[in-house]
């Protein structure tokens, strides 16, 4: 990556990744911040932000992240805040009542889906996001758009007073291809907070108001949307095929069917209904491919139009060319098999392993969430029976305790780590406090000192911003023992192995509710750690 001076003078060809162009984009148009929580496909943007010099921060989750970004852009700052799909899922709250109010200054969210659930627990599509809480999107096909896109998208957010989506999926967030940066373009206004509290305050009277205001806004926005140069046709086949896509579907059109007329929708919502309608009218078959739900397809009929769209197994996994030429041909036979890879598993020298032998050999019931260590699933431990979302093993477990035999009930363990303790398991440990079970429950934290499952990132816990540096660090047991947890232990799996054992059967058989950390380093960490920790000193507790 090229620094911050040789962005500014803009010009050079850079082969970039579309995490890096977004980021390259984001200091080019001096973004004041830029907040999320990791999450693959999207981590790498705000880490080559912060690389590149932009002020960048993790939040403890995505609604919070959201939250402060929306705080920034009120002030009338440019602001990115980046998510993985489901992480949306955790902003949602904020997201719709953000429509409504608008912003002063730019906010950007980038939403990165992950068709065929490369590192998800599903594939939602996060276009029905734009459409249901009414906030403008668009989607690059590559790292060259991914870059204009976010700088666009930052002008129209703050011409608009609205929120903008920019949704990239896997496939464009990893794939590099080249980008000519702009070098820095104009400089944004100074920030100030203008008190509007009829705009701002979203109480029923005023938020009723604010909705009519905001279906009038996509309104006249579907209208640019059938001008604007990022809605473009492609193409010189006649009648009698057209293809309707978006993002990097369109790449691999290109390849599959070099024949047909392609209308891309770079804005896909509000959709160009104008556009839409020529396109469709003037040829004797449409055909709208895209990858997950429907979207366009169903945005396209409720229009009045006839188009074909991909049958429900398609609708599954990426696309690719080999797939949509099927689609073209109408072709329902059985698909190749992929070729099996090897299965992920936990690293030598995890100190998740001996946790999950002990779970194992007591034939724990356990509820599990999201991490490395949801690898604990798959051989040689399947000690693993649940998991749903970050944070729910927690009240799964409790659901457990509350209604099974008291047999089953009593071997019941929710595991969750750290970082992700931090994101969303803090208020089950509430829940776990406040509507304790008759038989007790055991938690176990598995702190390995990182967010190891998407690179190994900073966290409230760490004691290190995202930069690294130095910050306030969050000690878990403090917080176990303040919201109510009688019984909370602190023990390495590696130099007290028989302890831990001996403390999780203990726990089982109690009816207290006890939480045991099981702490030690990320083998994969732990030299960054020591280095971090040997430039920076001990971190401030």
Known sequence: MSNQSDSAAGGARLLLSGNEAIARAG??????????????????????????????????????????????????ARVLM?????????????????????????LVIVVADDPGMASSQNEQDSRRYARAAGVPMFEPADSQEAYDMT???????????????????????????IVTPHGRIDAPTPTHFERDIPGLVMIPAYARIAHKKL??????????????????????????????????????????????????????????????????????????????????AEAIGAMGLTVESKSERYRFGELSVERIRRILDRDESPEPSMPKGKPPQLCVGCPHRKTFEILKELNCIVTGDIGCYTLGVLPPFQAMDTCVCMGASIGVGLGLRHVIPEDE?????????????????????????????????????????????????????????????????????????????????????VKAVDELKDRIAESLKSDALSVIIVRRP?????????????????PKG
């Open 27 to 76: 200091v080019d148009a001096q973004v004041a911040l830029g907040a999320g929580y990791p999450g693959t496909p999207s981590t790498e943007i705000l880490e080559n932000f912060s690389d590149l010099g932009g002020p960048a921060q993790w939040s403890p989750n995505e609604k919070v992240a959201l939250e402060v970004a929306i705080g920034a852009a009120y002030g009338g």
């Open 82 to 106: 980046t998510t993985k799909h489901v992480g949306l899922n955790v902003a949602a709250d904020p997201l719709f009542t953000v429509a409504y109010t608008g912003v002063a200054g730019a």
């Open 151 to 177: 700088l666009e998208a930052l002008r129209r957010s703050q011409e608009w007073g609205l929120p903008v989506f920019l949704r990239v999926t896997t496939r464009v967030c990893h794939s590099k291809t």
């Open 215 to 296: 279906r009038e806004q996509l309104a006249a926005i579907s209208e640019w949307a059938d001008t604007t140069e990022w809605n473009g046709l492609s193409g010189s086949g006649g009648p009698s095929l057209g293809v309707i896509t978006s993002g990097i579907v369109y790449q691999h059109v290109r390849d599959a069917a070099p024949e047909a007329d392609v209308l891309k929708l770079g804005f896909s919502y509000p959709v160009p209904e104008g556009k839409i309608r020529d396109f469709v009218t003037t040829h004797e078959r449409c055909v709208v491919i895209e990858e997950g739900d429907p979207v366009l």
């Open 409 to 493: 009930a009593r071997r019941v363990v929710s595991v969750i780590g750290d970082s992700t303790f931090v994101h969303s398991g803090v208020t089950g440990l509430i829940e776990m406090a406040y509507n304790r079970p008759r038989t007790g429950h055991l938690t176990i934290i598995l702190d390995n000192g990182t967010t190891a499952m998407t690179g190994m990132q900073e966290h409230p816990g760490t004691g290190r911003r995202l930069n690294h540096d130095p910050a306030y660090q969050l000690v878990i047991e403090d917080v176990c023992r303040a919201v109510g947890i009688e019984r909370t232990f602190v023990i390495d799996p």
């Open 522 to 538: 990320c083998i994969l960490a732990l030299a960054k750690i020591k280095k971090i920790d040997t430039a920076n000193g001990e």
